[in-house]
């Protein structure tokens, strides 16, 4: 089995993964600051011959993580964001400063569609842009839908938005404070994703396809106005990609990959991002 693991600032999720078959066994996610329980909290060890991991959590908790899997497991990998791979070149002056999981996402994207835009909804929304050659163009952090909340301290913070919850609902003015709270933090987040993309892919003359991951893709993807795919394991598809270990792996086939989301035409997102500037 190999484990694969993304630990985030807010959750480490997990998942087992069967080298033979490549399909995915089981998956889990435990909070990322409270400590780890092997056997409990993260599957037994003894059934493990691979480890992949992504980290953005701190350097300690990465450390730690890393000393107690390598005592029990014969190959760790734990992937670094590096100035090229997989053909993509990092927008970063510093590649080693770009979150690993972004660079996980833009190297997954790129090889799923040639050129993308990936978003990462997590404890931060990321925006990252990798153009049909493999350049990297950088990309956008803003705070995500659960730290905006948290940041208002206005009481609501146990409150999440619904994800079933019909768009228009989430967009109309709220009535209480819980409503006002999550219906102004979504069309915060909406309208930054749909206003990026556009504007970037009129910068650089091609409409990109764009994807989504992270805990909150599918409540923002909702708010999106041009066509998008979800893909949830994209960060792991980065690490699979990087370090292929199954047959399926290494003949570019990478698991949960959506089918390519159709892209808008330039130049209807042009005259959409006219009028935007125009109001
Ligand atoms: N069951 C859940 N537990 C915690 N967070 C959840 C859950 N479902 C959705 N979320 C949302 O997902 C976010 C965490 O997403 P994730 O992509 O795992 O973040 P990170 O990679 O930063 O740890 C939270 O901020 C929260 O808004
Ligand atoms: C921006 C992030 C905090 C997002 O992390 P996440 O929301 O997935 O937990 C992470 O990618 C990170 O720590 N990046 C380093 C700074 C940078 O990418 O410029
Ligand atoms: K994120």
């Keep these: 089995m190999i484990l694969d693991l993304d630990i985030g600032n807010t959750l480490s999720k997990w998942r087992l993964k069967d080298t033979v078959s490549s399909e995915i066994r089981s998956r889990g996610a435990v909070w990322t600051r409270e400590e780890w329980r092997p056997g409990a909290d993260i599957p037994d060890l003894d059934v493990v011959t691979a480890v992949r991991i992504s980290s953005v959590a701190r350097k300690q908790v990465l450390d730690e993580t890393v000393e107690l899997l390598r005592k029990q497991v014969g190959v760790v990998h734990v992937a670094h964001s590096t100035r090229e791979a997989l053909g993509v070149t990092c927008g970063y002056e510093e590649p080693q400063r770009l979150g690993v999981d972004r660079w996980l996402g833009a190297l997954a994207g790129h090889h799923l569609t040639g050129g993308c835009c990936s978003v990462d909804c997590g404890s931060a929304i990321t925006v990252d ?67 990026l993309y556009a504007e970037v892919c009129d910068r650089e003359g091609v409409a990109l396809p764009l994807l989504l991951t992270g805990g909150d893709a599918r409540v923002v993807a909702r708010g999106l106005r041009v066509p998008h795919a979800l893909w949830p394991d994209m960060v792991y598809a980065g690490l699979e990609a990087l370090y292929p270990l199954t047959a399926a792996e290494r003949a570019g086939r990478l698991s949960g990959a959506p089918d390519q989301p159709r892209v808008p035409d330039l130049e209807k997102l042009r005259s959409g991002l006219a009028l935007t500037q125009m109001l």
């Design 129 to 195: 842009f990798v153009l049909p050659g493999g350049k990297h163009l950088g990309g956008y952090i803003l705070p995500g839908l659960r730290l905006m909340k948290e940041s208002l301290k206005l009481g609501t913070r146990n409150v999440a938005i619904d994800p079933d919850t019909e768009v228009d609902t989430l967009l109309a003015p709220g009535r209480n404070t819980v409503e006002a709270v999550n219906h102004g933090i979504y069309m915060a987040a909406v309208s930054a994703v749909n206003r």
